[in-house]
């Protein structure tokens, strides 16, 4: 991913990443654990990565039923999701994404503001104002079954809700 090979040797051996400034307005981060692109935008105050993250690691999944696999990436559970983020990225906590959304337009519009402006179903697509590119990645449940894509998306959180599980994840 790097484009001076010298400079991955500085760099964390089990979790690389370098941003680079491309053409389009915005960066991608380069996660050279597994050498897997990823665009990130700038909304607020903070950084977003644009697509789901898609490193295959012990407690992620990628459901065999999902014909969107390559576009939604991989399932994680929460404890997974808090571990399998690439050095210096974190989950947000539900402070950045109250933000993300007083930034987006608030409640109410946010969600289309935010949103793909594709395969979600029927007419539920989005404008994409920010480049944020939520897609409707459905969820994989506690059992491994996989349902909701193109209807729905959920997002992991940094914070529980009082019990440090997942099932308490916000």
Request: hydrophobic share 30%.
């Amino acid at each position: 991913c790097s484009e001076t090979p010298d400079a991955e040797d500085t760099l964390d051996i089990d979790l690389r990443y370098n941003i680079k400034e491309n053409t389009k307005d915005y960066e991608e981060l380069c996660d050279l654990r597994d050498k897997h692109v990823y665009g990130a935008q700038k909304i607020g105050d903070y950084i977003w990565m644009t697509q789901n993250l898609n490193y295959d690691t012990a407690g992620s999944y990628r459901p065999d039923d999902n014909r969107y696999s390559d576009q939604y990436g991989r399932y994680y559970t929460w404890n997974t999701a808090m571990a399998a983020c690439p050095k210096g990225w974190h989950l947000p906590s539900k402070y950045e994404f109250e933000k993300l959304i007083k930034t987006a337009g608030g409640e109410g519009i946010a969600g289309k503001n935010l949103k793909s402006t594709s395969m979600w179903h029927s007419s539920g697509a989005g404008i994409d104002d920010f480049g944020f590119a939520a897609l409707p990645a459905g969820v994989v449940d506690n059992k491994g079954d996989f349902y909701n894509a193109t209807n729905f998306t959920y997002f992991w959180s940094s914070e529980d809700d009082g019990e440090p599980s997942s099932e308490q994840a916000l």
